[in-house]
């Protein structure tokens, strides 16, 4: 009897020691935590659709492959815009929601290793964010549906072809001939301005792999300037210009293929 009381004594010693007992716990600390996101890269039926509508933007393979960075717009729970910019892994602590987007780059020159911006292709559909230990995955596919944003103004280069017919040949010639010259000679000028009208450069067109010019960074328009040179009829010395023909200027677009002919609207300058 005495061994079964110091049984249930000790039973009720152990129950009370529950009881009794208490544990404290730290809840973690957010204050400084923030939501954190994985963004899949561009798989090949992406890239597939997606380089054809490209190309309408000037994307060309003429130097190299394309490259495409991600990009992404982080919203509050009111809709403002908190961050837009590359994707970064990690957003502001009061994202709520996340845009992704896909800029396509491209070289245009085999003398330049920078890739330039040809334009972004923005996912319709929204990820939630949230401060969590998981991370938020925004699982894009071909099957999306998607806008595109083309490069801005001031950072797009536009390869160029450029020409002229028989009829600005001739023209060349006789206003060499009125003068009582033989024509010697051409040079091809170009003026490029920027969206707001400012002369961004002036000289000689620069020459490309691929296609026989590029504009410089920021060239919104393109003005042509043909000089004819030529020397006294029966001499072949004493080169002097003769003039130029100047054409009214063009608005840039991805790979322009330009022919000048004399039904363009122009001008013609003599030095003589």
């Given at each position: 009897m005495k061994k079964n009381s110091i049984i249930a004594v000790s039973i009720v010693i152990t129950a009370l020691s529950f009881v009794c007992?208490?544990?404290?716990?730290?809840?973690?600390?957010?204050?400084?935590?923030?939501?954190?996101?994985?963004?899949?890269?561009?798989?090949?039926?992406?890239?597939?659709?997606?380089?054809?509508?490209?190309?309408?933007?000037?994307?060309?393979?003429?130097?190299?492959?394309?490259?495409w960075e991600k990009k992404v717009i982080e919203y509050d729970a009111s809709d403002n815009v908190l961050y837009s910019g590359?994707?970064?892994?990690?957003?502001?602590?009061?994202?709520?929601?996340?845009?992704?987007?896909?800029?396509?780059?491209?070289?245009?020159?085999?003398t330049d290793n920078n890739y330039y911006e040809v334009c972004t292709f923005w996912i319709e559909s929204f990820y939630p964010l949230s401060i969590s230990p998981c991370t938020c995955y925004a699982d894009v596919s071909a099957n999306n549906s998607y806008t595109i944003e083309p490069a801005p103004a001031n950072s797009r280069i536009f390869p160029f072809n450029l020409t002229w017919d028989s009829s600005i040949t001739n023209l060349m010639v006789a206003t060499t001939?009125?003068?009582?010259?033989?024509?010697?000679?051409?040079?091809?000028?170009?003026?490029?301005?920027?969206?707001?009208?400012?002369?961004?450069?002036?000289?000689?067109?620069?020459?490309?792999?691929?296609?026989?010019?590029?504009?410089?960074?920021?060239?919104?328009?393109?003005?042509?300037?043909?000089?004819?040179?030529?020397?006294p009829k029966g001499s072949y010395r004493n080169k002097v210009k003769i003039g130029a023909i100047i054409f009214t200027p063009l608005r840039l677009t991805p790979n322009m293929e330009t022919i000048l002919t004399s039904a363009m609207e122009h001008t013609i300058q003599t030095y003589i």
């Open positions: 007992c208490t544990y404290d716990y730290n809840m973690p600390d957010f204050s400084n935590a923030y939501p954190i996101y994985s963004i899949n890269d561009v798989s090949d039926d992406m890239r597939r659709i997606w380089i054809e509508e490209a190309k309408v933007y000037g994307l060309t393979f003429e130097v190299a492959r394309e490259k590359e994707a970064r892994g990690k957003a502001d602590r009061n994202a709520k929601k996340l845009k992704v987007g896909y800029t396509c780059l491209h070289r245009i020159s085999s001939e009125s003068l009582g010259y033989e024509i010697s000679g051409t040079e091809l000028e170009v003026i490029e301005r920027d969206i707001n009208d400012n002369i961004i450069y002036q000289g000689s067109p620069q020459k490309n792999i691929g296609t026989d010019y590029i504009s410089h960074k920021g060239a919104y328009s393109i003005e042509f300037l043909l000089s004819f040179y030529g020397w």
